[in-house]
């Protein structure tokens, strides 16, 4: 048997609870959203132009944002696969070097190639630089 203090408490947690739902759904509708839907288009814009980046002012900006949204997305990947690398040694101990061998080549290859600087460069770039030699 509960009391009429507990069930009054209840009710005004359960109360405020759903208040707050039925806030947050008029917000979201308010605003334009719908639940599973993405709000910004995830592919590249169909015209625009490599060759000539400057025909279309606003085609230029939106490659531009999606150049720099699949790099973010390429950040965090590497680093949730770091967070993972780091629980394996953690939990491996002396055994890490084998048994966590998977997550470490999985988090090299996706740190190659992402970035904002030189290093940013895609990976068949990576190479040591060849100089010419001149011949007398």
Not at 30 to 39: A, I, L, Q, S, T
Not at 119 to 129: D, V
């Amino acid at each position: 048997p509960t009391s009429k203090a507990q069930n009054r408490h209840t009710t005004k947690t359960d109360h405020s609870a759903k208040k707050s739902r039925v806030r947050k759904r008029e917000a979201e509708w308010k605003m334009g959203r719908k639940k599973g839907v993405p709000e910004f288009d995830e592919t590249a814009p169909d015209d625009f132009d490599p060759a000539n980046p400057y025909k279309d002012p606003v085609a230029m900006l939106e490659m531009r944002e999606h150049i720099v949204r699949e790099k973010w997305i390429d950040i965090e990947k590497a680093k949730i696969l770091r967070d993972k690398v780091r629980w394996c040694y953690r939990i491996e101990g002396v055994n890490h070097l084998q048994k966590c061998r998977h997550l470490v080549r999985q988090y090299l290859d996706a740190t190659r190639g992402i970035g904002w600087g030189k290093e940013g460069r895609h990976p068949s770039l990576h190479g040591p630089k060849v100089e010419e030699v001149e011949s007398d």
